[in-house]
């Protein structure tokens, strides 16, 4: 009946983006959206509340391909009327009567208890505290010196200690001791001919959909793109450029075509990331991804798709932007 969605895009990000999208259109469905922008979510919410930036609030990063916590200084106050997310739950706790108290508890606090809960337990936070944090600026992981493995003294956190091939703690969860692979529920039946199966790999210049609606990378990107095998496009009658439609019994979505050797036969990529409101048809690439969950670790099955590519517009080459060889390496 309601729904309050922050720090996140759905609309554009999650796999069988149709059918999501129906489900927000709901009547009866109250929708606010903490926001920056005006995403193709936050057109679909009853009330729009605007968001800080990093800029303007106090956070913590953790480490994401790299071994530093950094501490996030507030550069300036909120600009307008803009809350950051943990305000805005704070101040709905206290107009619905919850009175715990660290409901009540300022940035600084929950963080420095964040870091004093996860020290007990992880020895990679030894010695990093928030007064560190604020005054040293990033700090380093304890432990980690060059050359530093995660496990390389072969030691796991499992009951054994060891790599456990066979793993009897699954079996407390209802999973087969020794895993197997399970063919994903989109291929129960065999690919037709026509059919691809698609992968959908993260954008150059996006992070997930975040920067996607900035003017200078979107020219960058380039406009949304599905790259296929010359073999697989001579079958369909596709020219590097064309535009073409890619679908699914899940929904369908318009493409420029870019055809190279770089694509094995058989299969598709398209990356994530562009706003729907930004493509000629209002669509994504996610309109066709499969909701389905994984049989193991119940994760998203993004790359488990079969897909037709057909041609709709013959256009010619594709422009410098969208050419591989244009990509930069990751």
């Given amino acids: 009946k309601a729904m309050i969605v922050w720090n996140s895009n ?21 929708t606010i959206v903490h926001e920056q922008f005006l995403t193709d979510t936050a057109k679909y919410a009853d009330i729009v509340l605007p968001a800080t930036t990093q800029l303007e609030q106090v956070d913590l990063h953790k480490a994401y391909g790299h071994y530093f916590m950094q501490y996030n200084h507030r550069a300036i106050e909120p600009l307008g009327e803009a809350r950051c997310n943990w305000d805005v739950m704070r101040t709905l706790a206290a107009g619905m009567g919850y009175d715990e108290p660290w409901l009540r508890q300022e ?83 065999p690919l037709r001919s ?47 450029g064309d535009r073409v439609i890619a679908a699914n019994n899940r929904g369908e979505v318009q493409l420029r075509a870019i055809v190279t050797d ?18 000629v048809d209002g669509h994504n690439i996610n309109s066709l991804t499969s909701d389905a969950l994984g049989d193991l670790g119940g994760q998203s099955t993004f790359h488990s798709n079969r897909v037709t590519v057909r041609i709709l517009d013959r256009i010619g080459d594709a422009p410098p932007e969208l050419a591989p060889a244009s990509i930069p390496a990751k």
Avoid at 156 to 161: C, D, K, N, Q
Avoid at 205 to 210: A, D, K, L, V
Avoid at 263 to 279: F, I
Wanted: net charge negative; aromatic share 6%; hydrophobic share 40%.
């Fill in 262 to 279: 770089d694509m094995p036969r058989g299969m598709a990529l398209a990356p994530k990331g562009q706003w729907p409101k930004h493509n």
């Fill in 10 to 30: 759905p609309l554009v990000i999650v796999p069988n983006a149709d059918r999501a999208r129906e489900g927000m259109a709901r009547d009866d469905l109250f």
């Fill in 194 to 240: 026509d059919e691809l199966v698609l992968f959908t790999s993260a954008a150059h210049h996006f992070t997930s959909t975040s920067m996607g609606n900035l003017p200078a990378l979107m020219r960058k990107e380039g406009e949304p793109f599905i790259e296929i095998n010359p073999l697989d496009a001579a079958d369909r009658g596709i020219s590097n």
């Fill in 107 to 189: 940035p600084e606090e929950v963080i420095d208890e964040i870091l004093t809960a996860t020290r007990a337990i992880n020895p990679l936070l030894d010695g990093i505290t928030l007064e560190r944090l604020q005054n040293e600026g990033p700090i380093p992981y304890a432990r980690v010196e060059p050359g530093w493995v995660p496990f390389g003294d072969g030691v796991f956190p499992t009951l054994s200690g060891k790599v456990e091939l066979l793993c009897e703690a699954l079996v407390e969860k209802g999973v087969d001791a020794l895993p197997d692979y399970v063919p994903p529920s989109e291929f129960a039946e």
